[in-house]
């Protein structure tokens, strides 16, 4: 069910008349919105889009950077009442009751002529958006795809910075990125029930490893090491071989026992470095601990539905290889451990923000994320800790996924841990979950309390993007992909009935039910055309079946 009044954030509804007083400083179609993780930037892109696409000609377009990505966007479109095709392939046309698409910028890359057709005089939102700058072609085929898009809306979760690929429609000072409206975590702590106050435990310890070349290396994270030496350590430190890793593997199981006994949903995230890692450190938490975790990798094509199921359960432990590093929304995360040789701190950011969301109706709540003690994690982890202790402060007073991997990681099969031991060198975890004395969540923003009219939006008097085709009389509105999908799986059943019936090839079958119903492509029928076809399907089962008791005599 669509909603029918939008309650707005204060900063969401600034952003909303910023974006339609429009962008004055370069091409007035662009908008780059910079807010921190948990502030709602989907919220804001899929208002800023329902309120503009009626006086637009085309179709709403957003780019993702994952395939589980583009679910989460389509079931939050629904929400506003917009119909969103995920499956889409180019070369086909999209559904005429379809308000549009989600994609994501590999796809783009690989296709963007189809692309801007599709986006021309329509809407595209452009999320996480320095993805573009990833790959040469990514970034050439966003240019080229939503060249001639009436209105195009960047999202980033963290300030970024181009190298020398450029991404396209975002204005730049120096190497800088410049927002046409920036939110952080700060200003998100300071006006609570937005975000929560995130406290990094840090472990120290003393490492043993051979290196790559032979050498036999110790050190602790206190030792000045050059940069391949320091990846090595950190390697080592994570390496199962060793008791670094289970030790704060049982230590960020004790926080979140604790934090279970006030939220009992509850559940820790462990980023782990490669596949082999993540299966190990499961079995590591089975066997040790006691406890089950679920495992989403990008190599496993059922990752998504596995991360959607730990979203909306109550197992405590998920881990995850390239799969919960941005966008993914799980609010229940409150602990993480950061597991991963990846060093950059545009990674570390969109790490912690995985268990930043606030949550209500449970009170002050923390979230933690457990690091190794490596010098570039301490200086990530103080940077995001000064603003949390400023903010928190005041508000007393008054309120490129880029990866640096291990060096000589092609050569790990001569990279060897002798040993690895954990100590604690920041005691910021706490034995109990207490009201936060530092952080009383005033009421009001979008949750709660009172509101200010000027925040909340009647949707019900905004149209809808006109659609070719309605789907009234059939407890569906247009655009329902729930319904679209069901009625395919319907489809695909009575054509496998119909060819086990009839002997005929499913292209035969097939291409005669579109005909009946007027159908070029399953892709592209509308929920009428399909609910046509079932019925078409329906009916040529009736007579086969007829005619072979007939037969029978």
Same mark, same amino acid.
């Given at each position: 069910m669509a909603a029918s009044t939008l309650r707005l954030r204060p900063w969401q509804r600034r952003a909303l008349d910023a974006f339609r007083d429009g962008n004055r400083d370069g091409d007035p179609r662009d908008f780059l919105a910079v807010a921190t993780p948990g502030a709602g930037k989907t919220t804001f892109a899929i208002t800023a889009a329902r309120l503009t696409m009626p006086n637009l000609p085309g179709r709403l377009v957003v780019v993702a950077p994952t395939r589980h990505l583009k679910e989460q966007w389509a079931d939050a479109a629904a929400r506003f009442g917009l119909g969103l095709v995920t499956d889409w392939n180019p070369g086909d046309l999209l559904p005429a009751d379809s308000h549009g698409l989600v994609t994501t910028y590999q796809q783009v890359g690989s296709s963007p002529d189809p692309f801007f057709a599709l986006s021309q005089g329509g809407f595209v939102i452009l999320d996480e958006i320095h993805h573009a700058g990833e790959e040469r072609s990514w970034g050439e085929g966003v240019k080229v795809a939503f060249?001639?898009?009436?209105?195009?809306?960047? =999202?980033?979760?963290?300030?970024?910075?181009?190298?020398?690929?450029?991404?396209?429609?975002?204005?730049?000072?120096?190497?800088?990125?410049?927002?046409?409206?920036?939110?952080?975590?700060?200003?998100?702590?300071?006006?609570?029930?937005?975000?929560?106050? !995130?406290?990094?435990?840090?472990?120290?310890?003393?490492?043993?490893?051979?290196?790559?070349?032979?050498?036999?290396?110790?050190?602790?994270?206190?030792?000045?090491?050059?940069?391949?030496?320091?990846?090595?350590? *950190?390697?080592?430190?994570?390496?199962?071989?060793?008791?670094? *890793?289970?030790? !704060?593997?049982?230590?960020?199981n004790q926080q979140l026992v604790r934090i279970r006994e006030r939220h009992p949903d509850a559940g820790g995230l462990v980023i782990a470095i490669d596949q082999d890692h993540a299966r190990r450190i499961v079995e590591l938490l089975r066997r040790r601990f006691r406890v089950r975790a679920a495992i989403a990798t990008s190599e496993d094509p059922d990752a998504s539905r596995k991360i959607s199921d730990f979203a909306a359960g109550t197992d405590p432990w998920i881990v995850a290889v390239r799969m919960i590093s941005e966008g993914v929304d799980i609010p229940r995360l409150r602990v993480g451990v950061y597991a991963t040789t990846t060093t950059t701190e545009l990674f570390f950011r969109?790490?912690?923000?995985?268990? !930043?969301?606030?949550?209500?109706?449970?009170?002050?709540?923390?979230?933690?994320?457990?690091?190794?003690?490596?010098?570039? =994690?301490?200086?990530?982890?103080?940077?995001?800790?000064?603003?949390?202790?400023?903010?928190?402060?005041?508000?007393?007073?008054?309120?490129?996924?880029?990866?640096?991997?291990?060096?000589?990681?092609?050569?790990?099969?001569?990279?060897?841990?002798?040993?690895?031991?954990?100590?604690?060198?920041?005691?910021?975890?706490?034995?109990?979950?207490?009201?936060?004395?530092?952080?009383?969540?005033?009421?009001?923003?979008?949750?709660?309390?009172?509101?200010?009219?000027?925040?909340?939006?009647? *949707?019900?008097?905004?149209?809808?993007?006109?659609?070719?085709?309605?789907?009234?009389?059939?407890?569906?509105?247009?655009?329902?992909?729930?319904?679209?999908?069901?009625?395919?799986?319907?489809?695909?059943?009575?054509?496998?009935?119909?060819?086990?019936?009839?002997?005929?090839?499913?292209?035969? !079958?097939?291409?005669? =039910?579109?005909?009946?119903?007027?159908?070029?492509?399953?892709?592209?029928?509308?929920? =009428?055309? *399909?609910?046509?076809?079932?019925?078409?399907?329906?009916?040529?089962?009736?007579?086969?079946?007829?005619?072979?008791?007939?037969?029978?005599?």
């Open positions: 060249d001639a898009a009436g209105r195009r809306l960047a =999202l980033s979760g963290t300030p970024f910075r181009s190298d020398t690929r450029s991404i396209p429609f975002v204005r730049y000072h120096l190497d800088e990125a410049v927002p046409d409206i920036e939110y952080g975590y700060g200003d998100a702590l300071a006006d609570g029930r937005v975000v929560r106050p !995130v406290y990094f435990p840090r472990f120290g310890g003393h490492m043993e490893w051979t290196a790559p070349d032979g050498a036999q290396l110790a050190a602790s994270f206190d030792d000045p090491l050059a940069r391949t030496q320091a990846n090595q350590r *950190l390697r080592a430190a994570l390496s199962l071989e060793g008791e670094w *890793l289970p030790t !704060v593997l049982g230590e960020a969109q790490a912690v923000g995985r268990i !930043v969301r606030h949550v209500s109706g449970i009170g002050a709540q923390r979230a933690y994320m457990f690091l190794p003690d490596d010098h570039r =994690l301490r200086h990530f982890g103080h940077t995001i800790a000064d603003v949390r202790r400023h903010s928190l402060r005041k508000e007393t007073r008054d309120g490129a996924d880029e990866r640096e991997v291990a060096d000589g990681a092609d050569q790990m099969s001569l990279f060897a841990v002798h040993s690895a031991t954990a100590s604690e060198v920041e005691a910021d975890i706490f034995l109990d979950e207490p009201d936060d004395p530092d952080h009383h969540e005033a009421d009001g923003g979008a949750e709660g309390g009172g509101v200010d009219p000027e925040l909340l939006i009647d *949707l019900t008097s905004v149209p809808l993007p006109g659609l070719a085709t309605a789907a009234s009389g059939l407890g569906a509105t247009p655009g329902d992909r729930n319904e679209r999908d069901r009625l395919r799986r319907v489809n695909a059943d009575l054509a496998r009935q119909l060819v086990d019936l009839t002997g005929m090839p499913h292209k035969t !079958v097939n291409g005669e =039910l579109n005909r009946r119903a007027g159908v070029t492509k399953i892709a592209e029928a509308t929920i =009428l055309q *399909l609910n046509k076809r079932s019925r078409a399907a329906e009916e040529w089962l009736r007579q086969e079946n007829r005619r072979r008791r007939f037969s029978a005599f």
